[in-house]
T-cell receptor
């Protein structure tokens, strides 16, 4: 099956530092998504990317859709304690019927710990 | 607008039993997807339903099944439970005209199989 390699698996940083994580795949994706999951909750969508080369920001978060369509990265600038959580990338494959309703494949997640 | 709700939130079963989990999507959403989340395998897609029809399916054995009702509420069933089925089961719904790329997740049902 399709696999996404997400790295790093975990990060321990000081408040105020910048963070970078990425995902790579052997497959081409139509869409790249980045989620954050807090303990006891479901993932929440942070950023969605729809075109190769696209660079999108959401506050202190910036994500890019790689030009090969096989990778994406997420940057968090000036981290704060509430950034703690698990960050997931997800790629959406083209569906067999050519619609946008392809299924998602998730990375293994990056566990982020921020020390005050 | 209320978010995606899942019931029950926690469940303990024994091997060989079967279990049914319920998901109520956000009002107006017609697509519902189910995922299994475990520490070892991460988030894995189970299936997606739209207008009472299965639109996508992951690579899980036939013991895992689902259905969707006319009000878009969905249930998933796992028969003959195995220890490895212990996981957080997440449901997500998407607005009309979109797919999994715009989904909103519920808090999940944590299943423990003893």
């Amino acid at each position: 099956g399709q696999q996404l390699n997400q790295s790093p698996q975990s990060m321990f940083i000081q408040e105020g530092e910048d963070v970078s994580m990425n995902c790579t795949s052997s497959s081409i994706f139509n869409t790249w998504l980045w989620y954050k999951q807090d303990p006891g909750e479901g993932p929440v969508l942070l950023i969605a990317l729809y075109k190769a080369g696209e660079l999108t920001s959401n506050g202190r978060l910036t994500a890019q859709f790689g030009i090969t369509r096989k990778d994406s990265f997420l940057n968090i600038s000036a981290s704060i304690p509430s950034d703690v959580g698990i960050y997931f990338c997800a790629g959406q494959l083209p569906s067999a019927g050519g619609t946008s309703y392809g299924k998602l494949t998730f990375g293994q997640g990056t566990i982020l710990t921020v020390h005050p | 607008k209320a978010g995606v709700t899942q019931t029950p939130r926690y469940l303990i079963k024994t091997r060989g039993q079967q279990v049914t989990l319920s998901c109520s999507p956000i009002s107006g959403h017609r697509s519902v997807s189910w995922y299994q989340q475990t520490p070892g395998q991460g988030l894995q897609f189970l299936f997606e339903y739209f207008s009472e029809t299965q639109r996508n399916k992951g690579n899980f054995p036939g013991r895992f099944s689902g259905r969707q009702f006319s009000n878009s509420r969905s249930e998933m069933n796992v028969s003959t439970l195995e220890l490895g089925d212990s996981a957080l089961y997440l449901c997500a719904s998407s607005p009309i005209g979109t797919g999994q790329e715009t989904q909103y997740f519920g808090p999940g049902t944590r299943l423990l199989v003893l």
